[in-house]
C-alpha cells in the first residue's frame, strides 16, 4: 500500500472537523473519554479503585438528564437544559456541570446506607433511627404515616420512592457543597456554570401557587421546591408571596435540620433527616399520593401500563435544580480533612434570619424579613468555618437560648468582653442590604481549548476511519492481482480490516497487555545495548587472543581477557510478517489465546526496535479465503495492537493462497532481511485444499519465495507436528511448549538480525 500523503491526511482532517455536529460531538466516545480522564485524574487522591465510565447520550424527548449507578455516569446531552444554551462551548460547560454532578455522587453518596434504608423502610421500620419528635403534630403524623403504609403494597412503593426523592434533594446539595470545596478546577466552574442555570429556572413562590390553581402542581412539589432551592443555594425566591405561607413555613420549620444535614458528612445522619422530613410534610404527602394513584388509574383506563413509581417521575420531574435519584452499592470515599461549608452561606443566614423573623410576625411582633447586613452574614460564615462542625455550632445556639442568650466566659478566653446584661438593642445607623446584580463570576475561560483539542482528535478519528476503509479497499485490490496458482482457481480472496478500534478491544488489550509487555522488554533489553554499541563502534570483548588486555576480565579462568576495537557497522534492516491459523482446531488447548499472546508481544518488540512489522490471520468461509488485517507495516491510527485482540478460532485453514498474500507483501518491501512467520496447528485442511496436493502447494510457495529473498519459519503447536516439518523441512519450529512460543519466535527474529 502506497503511503498516505501529509498534505492528504491535512485536507481529510480539516474536512471532518466542519462537519462535526453537536450530536456527533456531545455522544463521542472522546469527549466521554475526556471526563473519564478527567475523573480519573481528580479522584487519584482518594485511591479510588473503580474507573467511572461515562455515556452520553442524545435524546431530546426523555425527561432525564443525567444519573449514576455509581460505577456508571449517564447524560443526556439532547436534554432542554443543555440545548437551550447557545454555542458549543456554553454546551459543553453544562454537560461537564452535570458529569461533575454526577462524579460527586460517585465519590460522597453513601448507597450502601441508602439501600438499607430502603430495605428498612419497605419492612416498616426507621433507619437509621426514628425522627426525633419536634411539633406536637409529629407523633400523630408518623402513626397516620404507617397506616397508610401498611393499606396497600403501591402505597409502600410510593413511599419509597418519595423518600428517595427527599433523599436526592439532600444529597444534591451535600455533593455539590463538597465538590465545589474541594475542587475549583474545571468540574468546580462548570459546576457553578451549571448552578447559575439551575437557580434561574426555579420558579418563585408566587409562580408555584399560580401552578397549583391551575392544576399542573401540588402543593407538596411546591414545598420540594422550595426545599430543594434552599438547600442547593441557600435562598428562596419568594416572589410576591408572604413569609407566613405555609409552604414556606413548613421549609422555615425545618431550616436548622436541613442546614445540619447538608453539611453532615455522615450518609445516615443525613437519612434521619430525610426521616423528619416525611413526618411533617405526611399531611401534604399523602394528599400527593393519592393524587398520583387517580391519575395512574386514568391513565390506564386509556390504554397506558405505566406504572406508579413512573407516574410519580414524571410529575417530580418539573422540580427544576434536581437530578435523578442514583442507585449503587458503594460506600463513598474517605473524609480529606476539608470542612464541608454549605454554598452561600451569607444568603443561607440571611433566609434563615428570615425564618426567625416570620416566627416573630406570627407571634404579633413583626411580619417582615430582618435581613442581615453583609458584614453579619461574613460573620455567620466564618463561624461556620472556623469550627468545621455544624453540629457544634448547632449546640451552641441551642444552648445559648435555653440560657436566655447568656453565654459562659471561660476563663481561658481572657479577650473576650464579658456578657452584660442589657435592656434595649443600639438603634441602626442607616445601613442597608444591597446585591450586586453586575457581578459576574470568574468564569471557566478553556472550554474553547478544551472543545477544539476534542474536535481535533475527532476530526483525526473520523479522517483515520476513512483513510483505513481506503486501506482495505486497495488490500482487497492487491488480494485480486495476485496469482494463486491453479490450484486457488475459482477462489474468493477478501481481507477484513476493522476500520475503526471500539472501547471494548482497548479494554481487552489493557487487561491482558502489562504481563506480556514485560516479556517483550526483557527481551529488548540486552538486545537494544548490543544494537547501539554495533551501530557506533567500541571494543569486543571476551576474546582468548589478541593485542589487547581487558583489565576487568583478568578474573576470568577460561582465558578469554583480551579485546579489539570494533569498527561501526550497520545493521542490517528488516522486515517481519506473521501469518495465523485461525482454524476452527485452534480453540483447543487455548493455542488461540497464545497466538494471539504471542502477536502481541513480537508487534511490541519490533516496534521498540523499529523493525517494521505486519499481523495476518487466515481461515475460510464457503468458498473463499478470509484474511484478516491485525497490524500493517504503515499504522494509520496506532490502534493494530488492539486489533489484536480480535484473533479468533474461526472456520478451515487454506494456507498456500494467505501465505502468498502475506509473502507479496514482504516481497514489495525495501529491508534487506524478510522474515515470514507461520503459526499453525495442523496441515492445511480445507474444501477441494488438502493432502499431498496442499503440501506440494506450500513446499513451492516456500522455494519461490525463498528465492525472492523471503525467510520462512513454520512454527508448529499442535498435534501435527510431523507433516508440518515434513512440509517446511529446515523451516520447521518445533513449539511443544505453548509457554515458549513468544520466546522462540522473538529468537528467531533475533538471531536473523545478526548483532
Not at 455522615?266 to 433527616?273: D, I, Y
Not at 519490533?606 to 490471520?617: D, E, M, S, W
Amino acid at each position: 500500500m502506497a503511503r498516505v500523503s501529509h498534505k492528504r491526511v491535512k485536507q481529510l482532517l480539516n474536512e471532518k472537523r466542519s462537519k462535526i455536529t453537536d450530536r456527533q460531538f456531545f455522544t463521542s466516545r472522546i469527549l466521554a473519554g475526556h471526563f473519564e480522564d478527567m475523573a480519573m485524574a481528580q479522584t487519584r487522591r482518594y485511591k479510588y479503585d473503580r474507573r467511572i465510565h461515562v455515556a452520553i447520550s442524545w435524546s431530546p424527548k426523555s425527561g432525564e438528564v443525567a444519573c449514576t449507578n455509581n460505577l456508571s455516569v449517564l447524560i443526556n446531552a439532547g436534554h432542554k437544559l443543555v440545548t437551550q444554551n447557545r454555542g458549543r462551548e456554553n454546551r459543553y460547560e453544562i454537560v461537564c456541570g452535570l458529569f461533575a454532578h454526577e462524579l460527586g455522587h460517585c465519590l460522597y453518596t453513601d448507597f450502601l446506607a441508602g439501600q438499607t434504608y430502603d430495605n428498612y423502610l419497605s419492612r416498616g421500620k426507621w433507619y437509621p433511627a426514628a425522627p426525633v419528635y419536634k411539633l406536637p403534630m409529629d407523633a400523630a403524623n408518623e402513626r397516620a404515616l404507617w397506616e397508610y403504609a401498611k393499606q396497600e403494597s403501591q402505597n409502600m412503593e410510593m413511599l419509597r420512592y418519595i423518600a428517595h426523592q427527599i433523599s436526592n434533594v439532600i444529597e444534591d446539595a451535600y455533593i455539590e457543597n463538597r465538590l465545589l470545596a474541594q475542587f475549583r478546577g474545571t468540574l468546580g466552574n462548570c459546576l457553578e456554570t451549571l448552578r447559575e442555570q439551575q437557580y434561574e429556572s426555579i420558579p418563585t413562590v408566587t409562580e408555584l401557587i399560580e401552578k397549583e390553581d391551575d392544576g399542573s402542581c401540588h402543593i407538596f412539589e411546591s414545598i420540594l421546591q422550595i426545599m430543594l432551592s434552599y438547600v442547593k443555594f441557600g435562598e428562596i425566591k419568594y416572589g410576591n408571596t408572604s413569609l407566613r405561607d405555609e409552604r414556606i413555613q413548613v421549609v422555615f420549620k425545618l431550616i436548622h435540620d436541613l442546614d445540619a444535614a447538608i453539611v453532615n458528612p455522615s450518609g445516615k445522619e443525613r437519612l434521619k433527616a430525610v426521616n423528619l422530613i416525611l413526618v411533617r410534610c405526611w399531611n401534604y404527602i399523602e394528599d400527593f399520593l393519592e393524587l398520583c394513584k387517580k391519575r395512574q388509574e386514568e391513565a390506564k383506563a386509556s390504554g397506558s401500563d405505566e406504572s406508579l413509581a413512573e407516574t410519580l417521575a414524571q410529575i417530580l420531574q418539573a422540580i427544576a435544580g434536581s437530578s435523578s435519584c442514583g442507585e449503587g452499592t458503594s460506600t463513598p470515599v474517605p473524609e480529606m480533612g476539608t470542612a464541608c461549608i454549605a454554598a452561600g452561606a451569607g444568603k443561607r443566614a440571611q433566609t434563615a434570619a428570615q425564618a426567625e423573623a416570620s416566627e416573630s410576625g406570627e407571634n404579633g411582633t413583626s411580619e417582615a424579613a430582618i435581613p442581615q447586613t453583609d458584614s453579619e452574614s461574613e460573620q455567620s460564615s466564618t463561624n461556620m468555618s472556623q469550627t468545621g462542625n455544624p453540629e457544634e455550632g448547632t449546640a451552641a445556639c441551642e444552648t445559648a437560648s435555653l440560657s436566655g442568650g447568656k453565654q459562659e466566659v471561660s476563663p481561658e478566653e481572657g479577650g473576650r468582653i464579658p456578657y452584660q446584661q442589657t435592656e434595649r438593642v443600639s438603634e441602626g445607623g442607616g445601613g442597608t442590604l444591597k446585591r450586586n446584580h453586575a457581578y459576574k463570576r470568574e468564569h471557566y475561560d478553556h472550554a474553547a481549548e478544551d472543545i477544539d483539542r476534542l474536535l481535533d482528535r475527532m476530526a483525526e478519528r473520523a479522517a483515520c476511519k476513512q483513510l483505513e476503509n481506503e486501506r482495505t479497499r486497495e488490500l482487497n485490490d492487491a488480494a485480486q492481482n495476485i496469482s494463486y496458482g491453479d490450484i486457488h482457481a475459482g477462489i474468493d480472496i477478501c481481507v477484513n480490516r476493522i476500520d475503526s478500534v471500539d472501547e471494548q478491544l482497548v479494554e481487552q488489550y489493557d487487561a491482558v497487555a502489562p504481563p506480556l509487555l514485560d516479556i517483550s522488554r526483557q527481551l529488548q533489553k540486552n538486545l537494544l545495548q548490543q544494537l547501539k554499541d554495533k551501530q557506533r563502534g567500541g571494543k569486543q570483548t571476551g576474546l582468548m587472543m589478541g593485542r589487547r588486555l581487558d583489565a576487568h576480565a583478568l578474573c576470568r579462568n577460561d582465558g578469554k581477557v583480551f579485546y579489539k576495537n570494533a569498527l561501526p557497522n550497520e545493521i542490517p534492516q528488516m522486515s517481519v510478517g506473521l501469518l495465523l491459523d485461525e482454524s476452527g482446531s485452534m480453540c483447543s488447548c487455548d493455542r488461540c489465546t497464545y497466538a494471539r499472546a504471542s502477536a502481541i508481544i513480537l508487534y511490541d518488540f519490533c516496534q521498540a526496535l523499529h523493525i517494521p512489522v505486519t499481523v495476518y490471520g487466515h481461515s475460510t468461509s464457503g468458498n473463499g479465503v478470509e484474511l484478516y488485517s491485525y497490524a500493517e507495516f504503515e499504522s494509520i491510527d496506532n490502534d493494530d495492537k488492539y486489533r489484536m485482540m480480535d484473533i479468533a478460532a474461526r472456520g478451515s485453514n487454506r494456507d498456500g493462497a494467505a501465505l502468498r498474500f502475506v509473502a507479496e507483501q514482504l516481497v514489495k518491501r525495501p529491508e534487506e532481511v524478510k522474515i515470514l512467520i507461520l503459526v499453525s496447528d495442523g496441515q492445511p485442511a480445507a474444501s477441494g485444499y488438502y493432502g499431498s496436493a496442499a503440501e506440494e502447494d506450500l513446499r513451492g510457495i516456500k522455494q519461490e519465495y525463498r528465492r525472492k529473498g523471503i525467510l520462512f519459519i513454520a512454527a508448529a503447536i499442535g498435534e501435527d507436528k510431523q507433516n508440518i516439518e515434513r512440509i517446511y523441512g529446515d523451516s520447521f519450529m518445533d513449539i511443544t511448549d505453548l509457554n515458549q512460543l513468544p520466546v522462540k519466535l522473538t529468537a528467531a527474529v533475533k538471531r536473523h538480525m545478526r548483532v
